[in-house]
T-cell receptor
Framework: DSGVTQTPKHLITATGQRVTLRCSPR?????VYWYQQSLDQGLQFLIH???????AKGNILERFSAQQFPDLHSELNLSSLELGDSALYFC??????????????FGPGTRLTVL | AQKVTQAQTEISVVEKEDVTLDCVYE???????LFWYKQPPSGELVFLIR??????QNEISGRYSWNFQKSTSSFNFTITASQVVDSAVYFC????????????FGRGTSLIVHP
């Protein structure tokens, strides 16, 4: 158990809908990272937050947004969902603020299915 | 542009065999980091190692070892005396300074260790 929690574990929704994925980092970790893993695109980095501030953005669609709250939990919002958004969404956390400056601990993932 | 190639899609071995997972990368940056991650059947990603471009020393951690060779742009991962618990998908990733250290992942190598 990495100490990172993600809810829900599974999510099934329809095209055009909006969903929110939630991540709670390990106690004491200030950074949260979001990744998407799909059959088509493989594993991709989406976005990184450190202590509430966005630090880096990867291949994140404009329909997607994220934020990190004062209690350090993070939410990834996916809107106008398309079939291709079906994927496993991982959250990771680390103590430090850089993409390469510390070990990242991954949550179990949220499996999103868009029908 | 970054690129990470894991040419081996799937490797099948019998327990106690040694196995090497290949990772070849492309970058024009002189400062970059290389990573290996493990994704067991349970689905959770596990960080294994980070290596920066200025440190070509090989690393050994128990049955795991990594061979970083800048001359061939490779960062190969060897498991000695493989065990069934090593069965997983292994990802190699590259983060370069010029790309704000946003990671690019290979497509992964599925390792199956038979008893």
């Amino acid at each position: 158990d990495s100490g990172v929690t993600q809810t829900p574990k599974h999510l099934i929704t329809a095209t055009g809908q909006r969903v929110t994925l939630r991540c709670s980092p390990r106690s004491g970790d200030l950074s949260v990272y979001w990744y998407q893993q799909s059959l088509d695109q493989g594993l991709q980095f989406l976005i990184h937050y450190y202590n509430g501030e966005e630090r880096a953005k990867g291949n994140i669609l404009e329909r997607f947004s994220a934020q990190q709250f004062p209690d350090l939990h993070s939410e990834l919002n996916l809107s106008s969902l398309e079939l291709g958004d079906s994927a496993l969404y991982f959250c990771a956390s680390s103590l430090k603020g850089g993409l390469i400056s510390g070990e990242q601990f991954f949550g179990p993932g949220t499996r999103l299915t868009v029908l | 542009a970054q690129k990470v190639t894991q040419a081996q899609t799937e490797i099948s071995v019998v327990e106690k065999e040694d196995v090497t997972l290949d990772c070849v990368y492309e970058t024009r940056d002189t400062t970059y980091y290389l990573f290996w991650y493990k994704q067991p059947p349970s689905g959770e990603l596990v960080f294994l190692i980070r290596r920066n471009s200025f440190d070509e020393q090989n690393e050994i951690s128990g049955r795991y070892s990594w061979n970083f060779q800048k001359s061939t742009s490779s960062f190969n991962f060897t498991i000695t005396a493989s065990q069934v618990v090593d069965s997983a998908v292994y990802f190699c990733a590259l983060s370069e300074a010029g790309g704000s250290y946003i990671p690019t992942f290979g497509r992964g190598t599925s390792l199956i260790v038979h008893p």
